[in-house]
Protein backbone atom coordinates (compact mmCIF):
# COMPACT_ATOMS: atom_id res chain seq x y z
CA UNK A 1 0.00 0.00 0.00
CA UNK A 2 1.31 3.35 -0.87
CA UNK A 3 1.68 6.40 1.98
CA UNK A 4 -0.82 8.98 2.25
CA UNK A 5 0.38 12.25 2.84
CA UNK A 6 -2.37 14.46 4.63
CA UNK A 7 -2.33 18.42 4.85
CA UNK A 8 -0.69 18.29 8.14
CA UNK A 9 1.69 15.76 8.08
CA UNK A 10 3.17 12.25 6.87
CA UNK A 11 0.84 9.23 7.78
CA UNK A 12 1.33 5.74 7.24
CA UNK A 13 2.47 2.83 9.20
CA UNK A 14 5.89 0.43 9.11
CA UNK A 15 6.27 -2.51 9.08
CA UNK A 16 9.61 -4.05 11.67
CA UNK A 17 11.96 -6.13 9.85
CA UNK A 18 12.21 -9.60 11.24
CA UNK A 19 12.94 -12.42 9.51
CA UNK A 20 11.23 -14.52 11.87
CA UNK A 21 8.18 -12.65 11.81
CA UNK A 22 4.40 -14.43 11.84
CA UNK A 23 2.77 -15.79 8.79
CA UNK A 24 0.22 -14.32 7.02
CA UNK A 25 -2.59 -16.02 6.43
CA UNK A 26 -3.07 -16.67 2.71
CA UNK A 27 -6.14 -18.51 0.63
CA UNK A 28 -5.00 -21.68 -0.93
CA UNK A 29 -4.27 -20.98 -4.58
CA UNK A 30 -5.34 -22.97 -7.86
CA UNK A 31 -3.19 -22.85 -11.29
CA UNK A 32 -5.28 -20.13 -12.44
CA UNK A 33 -4.21 -16.34 -13.45
CA UNK A 34 -8.26 -15.50 -11.21
CA UNK A 35 -6.48 -17.51 -8.33
CA UNK A 36 -2.94 -16.53 -8.52
CA UNK A 37 -4.05 -12.77 -8.55
CA UNK A 38 -5.08 -13.36 -5.00
CA UNK A 39 -1.37 -13.07 -4.04
CA UNK A 40 0.05 -10.07 -1.97
CA UNK A 41 3.97 -9.48 -1.06
CA UNK A 42 5.07 -10.46 2.10
CA UNK A 43 5.78 -7.28 4.42
CA UNK A 44 9.18 -8.76 5.17
CA UNK A 45 9.84 -8.44 1.65
CA UNK A 46 8.83 -4.94 1.40
CA UNK A 47 11.24 -4.09 4.58
CA UNK A 48 14.20 -5.92 3.42
CA UNK A 49 14.60 -3.56 -0.15
CA UNK A 50 18.20 -5.18 -0.71
CA UNK A 51 19.14 -8.66 -1.08
CA UNK A 52 22.39 -10.48 -2.69
CA UNK A 53 22.45 -12.63 -6.23
CA UNK A 54 24.57 -14.99 -7.84
CA UNK A 55 25.26 -17.15 -10.56
CA UNK A 56 27.37 -20.28 -10.15
CA UNK A 57 28.17 -23.51 -12.44
CA UNK A 58 30.93 -25.29 -14.65
CA UNK A 59 30.54 -21.94 -16.62
CA UNK A 60 32.82 -20.11 -13.97
CA UNK A 61 35.38 -22.26 -14.88
CA UNK A 62 35.90 -20.37 -18.38
CA UNK A 63 35.74 -17.00 -16.90
CA UNK A 64 33.22 -16.17 -19.77
CA UNK A 65 29.91 -15.49 -18.10
CA UNK A 66 26.94 -17.61 -17.70
CA UNK A 67 25.89 -17.99 -20.91
CA UNK A 68 29.17 -19.70 -22.24
CA UNK A 69 27.18 -22.82 -22.16
CA UNK A 70 25.34 -21.99 -25.31
CA UNK A 71 27.73 -19.79 -27.03
CA UNK A 72 30.97 -22.33 -26.93
CA UNK A 73 28.80 -23.75 -29.97
CA UNK A 74 27.61 -21.12 -31.79
CA UNK A 75 30.70 -19.50 -34.63
CA UNK A 76 29.63 -16.38 -34.57
CA UNK A 77 30.66 -15.51 -31.08
CA UNK A 78 33.65 -14.86 -29.51
CA UNK A 79 33.05 -17.36 -26.64
CA UNK A 80 33.64 -20.28 -29.91
CA UNK A 81 36.76 -18.59 -30.89
CA UNK A 82 37.63 -18.97 -27.16
CA UNK A 83 36.65 -22.59 -27.15
CA UNK A 84 38.75 -23.55 -29.59
CA UNK A 85 41.91 -21.80 -28.81
CA UNK A 86 41.31 -22.63 -25.17
CA UNK A 87 39.85 -26.51 -25.02
CA UNK A 88 39.65 -27.98 -28.14
CA UNK A 89 37.01 -28.16 -30.33
CA UNK A 90 33.03 -28.53 -29.11
CA UNK A 91 33.30 -32.29 -30.92
CA UNK A 92 35.92 -33.39 -28.70
CA UNK A 93 35.58 -30.80 -25.76
CA UNK A 94 32.07 -29.68 -24.76
CA UNK A 95 30.33 -28.03 -21.72
CA UNK A 96 30.13 -31.04 -20.03
CA UNK A 97 33.50 -31.46 -19.77
CA UNK A 98 33.51 -28.72 -17.41
CA UNK A 99 31.46 -29.88 -14.82
CA UNK A 100 34.62 -32.73 -13.20
CA UNK A 101 36.97 -29.14 -13.41
CA UNK A 102 34.29 -27.02 -11.06
CA UNK A 103 35.29 -28.81 -7.92
CA UNK A 104 34.33 -25.41 -5.37
CA UNK A 105 37.23 -26.36 -3.45
CA UNK A 106 37.57 -22.84 -1.53
CA UNK A 107 33.64 -22.31 -1.21
CA UNK A 108 33.01 -20.85 2.40
CA UNK A 109 29.84 -20.14 2.78
CA UNK A 110 29.70 -18.76 6.19
CA UNK A 111 32.17 -16.26 5.61
CA UNK A 112 30.56 -15.14 2.06
CA UNK A 113 27.41 -14.76 4.17
CA UNK A 114 29.22 -12.35 6.65
CA UNK A 115 30.07 -10.24 3.81
CA UNK A 116 26.78 -9.98 2.09
CA UNK A 117 25.47 -9.30 5.56
CA UNK A 118 28.15 -6.71 5.89
CA UNK A 119 26.89 -5.26 2.87
CA UNK A 120 23.75 -4.31 4.20
CA UNK A 121 21.94 -7.26 2.01
CA UNK A 122 18.58 -8.53 4.02
CA UNK A 123 17.90 -11.83 1.83
CA UNK A 124 20.13 -13.84 -0.72
CA UNK A 125 18.54 -15.50 -3.80
CA UNK A 126 21.12 -17.86 -5.71
CA UNK A 127 20.64 -19.09 -8.74
CA UNK A 128 20.08 -23.19 -8.23
CA UNK A 129 20.33 -23.83 -11.27
CA UNK A 130 20.72 -22.00 -14.60
CA UNK A 131 19.66 -22.82 -18.72
CA UNK A 132 22.81 -25.21 -18.74
CA UNK A 133 20.37 -27.66 -16.99
CA UNK A 134 22.59 -28.51 -13.88
CA UNK A 135 21.29 -28.14 -10.77
CA UNK A 136 22.98 -27.40 -7.50
CA UNK A 137 20.84 -28.99 -5.31
CA UNK A 138 20.43 -33.05 -4.41
CA UNK A 139 17.83 -33.61 -7.24
CA UNK A 140 15.68 -36.29 -6.84
CA UNK A 141 14.97 -35.61 -10.65
CA UNK A 142 18.08 -34.82 -12.53
CA UNK A 143 21.31 -37.11 -12.54
CA UNK A 144 23.08 -33.79 -13.14
CA UNK A 145 23.20 -32.11 -10.35
CA UNK A 146 26.27 -30.93 -7.96
CA UNK A 147 25.79 -33.53 -5.42
CA UNK A 148 26.81 -36.31 -8.07
CA UNK A 149 29.04 -34.51 -9.88
CA UNK A 150 31.44 -31.35 -10.21
CA UNK A 151 31.52 -29.82 -6.24
CA UNK A 152 29.69 -33.26 -5.11
CA UNK A 153 28.38 -31.11 -2.47
CA UNK A 154 24.55 -29.74 -1.83
CA UNK A 155 25.46 -26.10 -2.53
CA UNK A 156 21.76 -25.11 -2.42
CA UNK A 157 21.51 -26.53 1.31
CA UNK A 158 24.70 -24.71 2.13
CA UNK A 159 24.20 -21.86 1.12
CA UNK A 160 20.50 -21.79 2.97
CA UNK A 161 22.32 -22.93 6.31
CA UNK A 162 24.62 -20.31 6.07
CA UNK A 163 21.93 -17.91 4.88
CA UNK A 164 19.72 -18.58 8.10
CA UNK A 165 22.81 -18.57 10.16
CA UNK A 166 23.54 -15.13 9.25
CA UNK A 167 19.83 -13.90 10.46
CA UNK A 168 19.18 -13.21 6.54
CA UNK A 169 15.85 -14.48 4.33
CA UNK A 170 16.97 -17.19 1.85
CA UNK A 171 15.67 -17.55 -1.66
CA UNK A 172 16.26 -19.57 -5.07
CA UNK A 173 16.20 -18.29 -8.67
CA UNK A 174 15.71 -20.95 -11.37
CA UNK A 175 16.43 -20.12 -15.04
CA UNK A 176 15.99 -24.00 -16.62
CA UNK A 177 12.22 -23.64 -18.18
CA UNK A 178 14.54 -22.09 -21.29
CA UNK A 179 16.71 -25.07 -21.61
CA UNK A 180 15.26 -27.46 -24.01
CA UNK A 181 15.78 -24.84 -26.55
CA UNK A 182 18.72 -22.78 -25.51
CA UNK A 183 21.32 -25.95 -24.60
CA UNK A 184 20.01 -27.56 -27.87
CA UNK A 185 23.49 -25.70 -29.81
CA UNK A 186 25.11 -29.08 -28.33
CA UNK A 187 22.90 -30.59 -30.72
CA UNK A 188 24.40 -29.43 -33.56
CA UNK A 189 27.61 -29.67 -35.83
CA UNK A 190 29.62 -26.25 -37.73
CA UNK A 191 28.38 -25.14 -40.97
CA UNK A 192 31.57 -24.27 -42.51
CA UNK A 193 35.20 -24.58 -42.28
CA UNK A 194 37.34 -27.81 -41.25
CA UNK A 195 35.11 -28.84 -39.25
CA UNK A 196 31.98 -28.65 -40.75
CA UNK A 197 29.38 -31.37 -40.67
CA UNK A 198 31.36 -33.18 -37.70
CA UNK A 199 28.70 -33.14 -34.69
CA UNK A 200 29.16 -31.42 -31.56
CA UNK A 201 29.15 -33.64 -28.29
CA UNK A 202 25.72 -33.66 -27.50
CA UNK A 203 24.97 -34.79 -31.69
CA UNK A 204 27.30 -37.69 -30.14
CA UNK A 205 25.09 -38.61 -28.23
CA UNK A 206 27.38 -37.45 -25.22
CA UNK A 207 26.10 -36.47 -21.87
CA UNK A 208 22.74 -37.89 -22.22
CA UNK A 209 20.07 -35.63 -19.88
CA UNK A 210 22.36 -32.68 -19.79
CA UNK A 211 21.76 -31.45 -23.28
CA UNK A 212 18.44 -31.56 -24.81
CA UNK A 213 17.24 -34.74 -26.05
CA UNK A 214 16.16 -33.03 -29.80
CA UNK A 215 17.50 -32.59 -33.11
CA UNK A 216 19.39 -29.93 -32.61
CA UNK A 217 16.72 -27.50 -34.41
CA UNK A 218 14.67 -25.96 -32.05
CA UNK A 219 17.44 -23.34 -30.37
CA UNK A 220 15.50 -20.21 -29.62
CA UNK A 221 17.22 -18.64 -27.03
CA UNK A 222 14.62 -17.47 -24.91
CA UNK A 223 12.13 -20.00 -24.71
CA UNK A 224 11.37 -23.29 -26.41
CA UNK A 225 8.04 -22.57 -29.11
CA UNK A 226 5.99 -26.03 -27.35
CA UNK A 227 7.79 -27.62 -25.26
CA UNK A 228 6.83 -31.29 -24.74
CA UNK A 229 4.99 -32.47 -21.91
CA UNK A 230 7.83 -34.94 -20.94
CA UNK A 231 10.28 -31.59 -20.82
CA UNK A 232 7.13 -29.64 -19.08
CA UNK A 233 6.62 -32.11 -16.51
CA UNK A 234 10.20 -32.60 -15.78
CA UNK A 235 10.92 -29.17 -15.06
CA UNK A 236 7.58 -29.12 -12.36
CA UNK A 237 9.01 -32.08 -10.62
CA UNK A 238 12.69 -30.01 -10.14
CA UNK A 239 11.20 -26.96 -9.17
CA UNK A 240 8.64 -28.56 -6.57
CA UNK A 241 11.58 -31.14 -5.09
CA UNK A 242 13.46 -27.49 -4.79
CA UNK A 243 9.99 -25.78 -3.03
CA UNK A 244 9.60 -28.56 -0.83
CA UNK A 245 13.12 -29.45 0.21
CA UNK A 246 14.78 -26.41 0.63
CA UNK A 247 11.84 -24.12 1.71
CA UNK A 248 12.82 -20.89 -0.03
CA UNK A 249 10.86 -17.65 1.28
CA UNK A 250 11.85 -16.22 -2.18
CA UNK A 251 11.22 -17.83 -5.50
CA UNK A 252 12.16 -16.50 -9.06
CA UNK A 253 11.94 -17.47 -12.67
CA UNK A 254 14.18 -15.65 -15.15
CA UNK A 255 10.95 -15.56 -17.44
CA UNK A 256 7.47 -15.22 -17.46
CA UNK A 257 5.35 -17.99 -16.76
CA UNK A 258 6.27 -21.30 -18.69
CA UNK A 259 5.46 -22.14 -20.73
CA UNK A 260 4.08 -21.09 -24.03
CA UNK A 261 2.57 -22.82 -26.28
CA UNK A 262 -0.11 -25.00 -25.96
CA UNK A 263 0.77 -25.29 -22.50
CA UNK A 264 -0.49 -21.94 -21.91
CA UNK A 265 1.72 -20.79 -18.97
CA UNK A 266 -0.18 -24.24 -16.89
CA UNK A 267 2.36 -25.96 -15.98
CA UNK A 268 4.48 -23.00 -14.63
CA UNK A 269 1.11 -21.23 -12.52
CA UNK A 270 0.53 -25.35 -11.14
CA UNK A 271 4.28 -24.69 -9.52
CA UNK A 272 3.24 -21.23 -8.49
CA UNK A 273 0.37 -22.41 -6.43
CA UNK A 274 2.53 -25.02 -5.16
CA UNK A 275 4.50 -22.21 -3.76
CA UNK A 276 2.41 -20.18 -2.41
CA UNK A 277 0.81 -22.69 -0.72
CA UNK A 278 3.91 -24.16 0.74
CA UNK A 279 5.44 -21.14 1.79
CA UNK A 280 2.97 -18.58 3.54
CA UNK A 281 4.87 -15.58 3.33
CA UNK A 282 7.28 -16.92 0.19
CA UNK A 283 7.53 -14.18 -2.60
CA UNK A 284 7.47 -14.69 -6.16
CA UNK A 285 8.94 -12.74 -9.27
CA UNK A 286 8.54 -13.25 -12.66
CA UNK A 287 9.01 -10.77 -15.76
CA UNK A 288 6.38 -9.18 -17.92
CA UNK A 289 7.95 -11.14 -20.96
CA UNK A 290 4.56 -12.47 -22.64
CA UNK A 291 6.86 -13.22 -25.88
CA UNK A 292 8.57 -15.57 -23.35
CA UNK A 293 5.50 -17.53 -21.52
CA UNK A 294 2.39 -16.27 -19.84
CA UNK A 295 1.87 -12.72 -17.87
CA UNK A 296 -1.02 -11.69 -15.55
CA UNK A 297 -0.11 -8.74 -13.34
CA UNK A 298 -1.06 -9.38 -9.67
CA UNK A 299 -0.22 -12.76 -9.68
CA UNK A 300 3.49 -12.56 -8.37
CA UNK A 301 5.85 -9.52 -8.14
CA UNK A 302 7.16 -7.98 -10.75
CA UNK A 303 10.67 -8.52 -11.88
CA UNK A 304 12.76 -5.92 -14.10
CA UNK A 305 16.13 -6.71 -15.32
CA UNK A 306 18.93 -4.27 -15.33
CA UNK A 307 16.19 -1.65 -15.51
CA UNK A 308 13.48 -0.15 -13.11
CA UNK A 309 10.11 1.20 -12.72
CA UNK A 310 9.95 4.80 -14.08
CA UNK A 311 7.51 6.08 -10.98
CA UNK A 312 5.88 5.18 -7.99
CA UNK A 313 4.40 1.31 -8.28
CA UNK A 314 1.20 0.43 -6.17
CA UNK A 315 2.44 -3.04 -5.43
CA UNK A 316 6.19 -3.66 -4.48
CA UNK A 317 8.69 -4.84 -7.40
CA UNK A 318 12.06 -6.32 -7.40
CA UNK A 319 15.11 -4.87 -10.00
CA UNK A 320 17.80 -7.71 -10.59
CA UNK A 321 21.16 -6.20 -11.49
CA UNK A 322 24.52 -7.00 -11.66
CA UNK A 323 27.91 -5.33 -10.65
CA UNK A 324 29.52 -6.88 -13.75
CA UNK A 325 29.09 -9.98 -15.99
CA UNK A 326 26.28 -12.44 -14.34
CA UNK A 327 28.62 -15.14 -14.38
CA UNK A 328 32.28 -14.59 -13.64
CA UNK A 329 34.37 -12.53 -16.12
CA UNK A 330 37.01 -10.65 -15.30
CA UNK A 331 36.97 -8.85 -18.83
CA UNK A 332 33.82 -7.13 -17.49
CA UNK A 333 34.49 -4.27 -15.51
CA UNK A 334 32.41 -3.52 -12.50
CA UNK A 335 30.08 -0.61 -10.92
CA UNK A 336 31.59 1.66 -8.74
CA UNK A 337 29.82 1.55 -5.49
CA UNK A 338 28.25 4.92 -4.90
CA UNK A 339 26.58 3.86 -8.40
CA UNK A 340 25.03 0.59 -6.42
CA UNK A 341 24.09 3.11 -3.87
CA UNK A 342 22.54 5.46 -6.21
CA UNK A 343 20.41 2.86 -7.93
CA UNK A 344 19.60 1.48 -4.48
CA UNK A 345 17.74 4.38 -3.43
CA UNK A 346 16.26 5.21 -6.85
CA UNK A 347 14.34 1.63 -7.14
CA UNK A 348 13.44 1.95 -3.23
CA UNK A 349 11.99 5.53 -3.45
CA UNK A 350 9.55 3.70 -6.38
CA UNK A 351 8.63 1.11 -4.18
CA UNK A 352 10.87 -1.16 -4.97
CA UNK A 353 13.77 -3.92 -4.40
CA UNK A 354 16.84 -4.24 -5.27
CA UNK A 355 18.22 -7.59 -5.94
CA UNK A 356 22.26 -7.55 -7.16
CA UNK A 357 23.95 -10.13 -8.43
CA UNK A 358 27.74 -10.34 -7.28
CA UNK A 359 29.91 -12.24 -9.95
CA UNK A 360 32.05 -15.67 -8.23
CA UNK A 361 34.65 -17.40 -9.29
CA UNK A 362 34.17 -21.19 -10.21
CA UNK A 363 36.69 -21.90 -6.67
CA UNK A 364 33.66 -20.02 -4.75
CA UNK A 365 35.59 -16.94 -3.59
CA UNK A 366 34.73 -13.21 -5.34
CA UNK A 367 37.49 -10.97 -6.28
CA UNK A 368 38.81 -8.20 -4.54
CA UNK A 369 36.73 -5.56 -5.96
CA UNK A 370 34.04 -7.30 -5.50
CA UNK A 371 34.72 -7.47 -1.91
CA UNK A 372 35.61 -4.55 -1.66
CA UNK A 373 32.76 -2.73 -3.02
CA UNK A 374 30.26 -4.90 -1.05
CA UNK A 375 32.33 -3.33 2.17
CA UNK A 376 31.95 -0.12 0.97
CA UNK A 377 28.31 -0.60 0.38
CA UNK A 378 28.12 -1.65 3.97
CA UNK A 379 29.71 1.42 5.07
CA UNK A 380 27.11 3.26 3.92
CA UNK A 381 24.62 1.31 4.85
CA UNK A 382 26.21 1.57 8.18
CA UNK A 383 25.15 5.62 8.31
CA UNK A 384 21.93 5.29 6.00
CA UNK A 385 19.59 2.10 6.90
CA UNK A 386 17.33 3.80 8.58
CA UNK A 387 16.20 5.73 4.91
CA UNK A 388 16.10 2.31 4.04
CA UNK A 389 14.99 -0.50 5.79
CA UNK A 390 11.14 -0.41 6.17
CA UNK A 391 10.46 2.62 4.49
CA UNK A 392 7.51 3.40 2.30
CA UNK A 393 7.21 5.96 -1.05
CA UNK A 394 6.05 9.50 -0.70
CA UNK A 395 3.48 10.76 -3.27
CA UNK A 396 6.35 11.82 -5.71
CA UNK A 397 9.23 9.83 -5.66
CA UNK A 398 11.68 12.60 -6.50
CA UNK A 399 13.44 15.89 -8.00
CA UNK A 400 15.59 16.09 -10.78
CA UNK A 401 16.62 15.33 -13.96
CA UNK A 402 19.85 13.09 -13.60
CA UNK A 403 19.26 9.23 -15.41
CA UNK A 404 20.85 6.16 -14.34
CA UNK A 405 21.76 3.59 -17.27
CA UNK A 406 20.90 0.04 -17.68
CA UNK A 407 25.05 -0.48 -18.00
CA UNK A 408 26.19 2.72 -16.78
CA UNK A 409 29.62 1.80 -14.68
CA UNK A 410 29.06 5.38 -12.83
CA UNK A 411 26.48 7.61 -11.57
CA UNK A 412 25.51 10.68 -13.29
CA UNK A 413 23.35 12.25 -10.44
CA UNK A 414 24.16 15.43 -9.08
CA UNK A 415 23.08 17.18 -5.67
CA UNK A 416 20.17 18.50 -8.00
CA UNK A 417 18.58 14.98 -8.08
CA UNK A 418 16.85 14.19 -4.97
CA UNK A 419 14.71 11.18 -4.02
CA UNK A 420 12.01 10.66 -0.83
CA UNK A 421 10.67 8.06 0.85
CA UNK A 422 8.88 7.72 4.34
CA UNK A 423 8.98 6.42 7.28
CA UNK A 424 6.16 6.89 9.63
CA UNK A 425 5.97 10.76 10.75
CA UNK A 426 9.24 11.47 8.51
CA UNK A 427 10.37 12.40 5.35
CA UNK A 428 14.06 11.53 4.17
CA UNK A 429 15.05 13.05 1.48
CA UNK A 430 18.42 11.85 -0.35
CA UNK A 431 20.45 14.47 -2.15
CA UNK A 432 22.38 12.26 -4.90
CA UNK A 433 26.05 13.86 -4.44
CA UNK A 434 27.78 16.22 -2.33
CA UNK A 435 27.12 19.87 -2.98
CA UNK A 436 29.85 21.65 -4.42
CA UNK A 437 28.85 25.04 -3.61
CA UNK A 438 30.06 26.23 -0.04
CA UNK A 439 27.82 28.67 0.08
CA UNK A 440 24.57 27.77 -1.55
CA UNK A 441 22.12 25.79 -0.02
CA UNK A 442 20.07 22.74 -1.64
CA UNK A 443 17.12 23.34 -2.08
CA UNK A 444 13.81 20.35 -1.70
CA UNK A 445 11.37 22.97 -4.24
CA UNK A 446 8.55 20.79 -3.08
CA UNK A 447 8.51 20.97 0.53
CA UNK A 448 7.03 24.85 0.72
CA UNK A 449 4.57 25.91 2.92
CA UNK A 450 1.93 25.88 -0.49
CA UNK A 451 2.39 22.43 -0.83
CA UNK A 452 -0.71 21.07 1.38
CA UNK A 453 0.48 17.34 1.22
CA UNK A 454 2.94 18.59 4.10
CA UNK A 455 3.26 20.35 7.23
CA UNK A 456 5.24 22.69 8.45
CA UNK A 457 8.71 21.78 8.85
CA UNK A 458 10.63 21.69 12.56
CA UNK A 459 13.79 19.66 12.04
CA UNK A 460 16.10 18.76 9.83
CA UNK A 461 18.97 16.12 10.27
CA UNK A 462 21.83 14.99 7.97
CA UNK A 463 22.12 11.28 9.06
CA UNK A 464 25.70 10.65 10.45
CA UNK A 465 26.54 14.10 10.95
CA UNK A 466 26.45 15.43 15.02
CA UNK A 467 26.03 18.91 14.32
CA UNK A 468 23.24 20.69 13.61
CA UNK A 469 22.06 22.05 10.26
CA UNK A 470 21.02 25.07 9.03
CA UNK A 471 18.15 25.45 7.37
CA UNK A 472 15.04 27.75 6.16
CA UNK A 473 11.23 26.82 5.03
CA UNK A 474 10.38 29.22 1.96
CA UNK A 475 8.74 29.49 -0.96
CA UNK A 476 11.28 28.51 -3.13
CA UNK A 477 11.20 25.09 -1.00
CA UNK A 478 13.16 24.09 2.06
CA UNK A 479 16.47 25.16 1.93
CA UNK A 480 19.85 23.34 3.52
CA UNK A 481 23.26 24.49 3.95
CA UNK A 482 25.78 21.33 4.11
CA UNK A 483 28.30 20.78 6.81
CA UNK A 484 32.05 20.75 5.73
CA UNK A 485 32.47 17.38 6.44
CA UNK A 486 30.75 14.58 4.13
CA UNK A 487 29.07 12.19 7.11
CA UNK A 488 29.98 9.47 4.58
CA UNK A 489 30.78 8.70 0.60
CA UNK A 490 28.06 8.27 -1.82
CA UNK A 491 24.48 9.64 -1.34
CA UNK A 492 22.94 11.65 2.23
CA UNK A 493 20.07 11.66 3.74
CA UNK A 494 18.24 14.42 4.83
CA UNK A 495 16.17 13.17 8.27
CA UNK A 496 12.82 15.95 7.52
CA UNK A 497 9.99 16.26 10.76
CA UNK A 498 7.11 17.85 10.48
CA UNK A 499 4.64 19.66 13.01
CA UNK A 500 1.96 17.28 14.41
Known amino acids: ?21 GARARPMFENTVESLQQYECADWFRDAKFGIYLHWGAYSVAEQGEWYARKLY ?57 HDNFDLWDSKYQEWNAVNMGPKKDLIRMWKDATHKAGLRFGVTTHLSRSYSW ?76 FRGSDAGKTGMDVIAHFYNQRPEGVMAIKERPWQGLYADGIATLDYERGKAASILDKPWQTDDSIGSWGYNPAKP ?30 GTLDKEATDLLNNVGEWFDVNGEAIY ?111
Open 74 to 130: DETTPEYAHHIKTYGHPSEFGYADFIPMWKAENFDPDALLALFKRSGAKYFTPCAVH
Open 390 to 500: GTRPWYMFGEGKGEIGAHDLESALTSRDIRYVTKGDTLYAFVMDWPNAKKKPVVLENITAMNTRVAEVVSVELLGHDGKLDWESSGDGLQIWFPKEKPCEHAYALKIGFKK
Open 183 to 258: LNTANQADTKGPKKGVPYDGAQGKAKGLYPSNDGQSTHPRAPYDAPAEWRNLWAKRVKQLIDDYEPDTLYFDCAVP
Open 334 to 363: YMKPGLVVDKIIDIVSKNGNMLLNIPIKAD
Open 1 to 21: MRKIITGMAIVGCMATLSTHA
